[in-house]
């Protein structure tokens, strides 16, 4: 079994900076595909970024490209999601998701429920 906890998350105003973290216990997520979803407010959970195992393919949503980098640090049992330039809409509670399934482009339309593992989440709050 795997927990995934999330972390970082907070109140900020427009166009400033957060980090958020999901840490692993358990079980180390070495091969595991590493995905972010968030929900906003009477919102449907969306696709944010997602990290193949390695760290070197990663996919975003088109509303953060170029604003959030997914990384991560195995050693750690870590993923991160760094998000700049914030803005109002990016208000929401951010999930981390782990899946033994290699990275693929799909993977961006699927439910966080299909993952084989998945965090409650952290609030982050964009005033403008």
């Known amino acids: 079994q795997v927990q995934l906890v999330e972390s970082g998350g907070g109140l900020v105003q427009a166009g400033g900076s957060l980090r958020l973290s999901c840490a692993a216990s358990?079980?180390?997520?070495?091969?595991?595909?590493m995905t972010w979803f968030r929900q906003a407010p009477g919102k449907e959970r969306e696709f944010v970024a997602a990290?193949?195992?390695?760290?070197?393919?990663?996919y975003y949503a088109d509303s953060v490209k170029g604003r959030f980098t997914i990384s991560r640090d195995n050693a750690k049992n870590t993923v991160y999601l760094q998000m700049n330039n914030l803005k109002p809409e990016d208000t929401a509670v951010y999930s981390c998701?782990?899946?033994?399934?290699?990275?693929?482009?799909?993977?961006?339309?699927?439910?966080?429920?299909?993952?084989?593992?998945w965090g409650q989440g952290s609030q982050v709050t964009v005033s403008s």
């Open positions: 998701a782990a899946d033994s399934t290699p990275l693929y482009p799909a993977m961006m339309t699927r439910r966080m429920e299909e993952y084989d593992y």
């Open positions: 358990g079980r180390t997520f070495r091969s595991y595909t």
């Open positions: 990290i193949s195992w390695s760290g070197s393919n990663t």
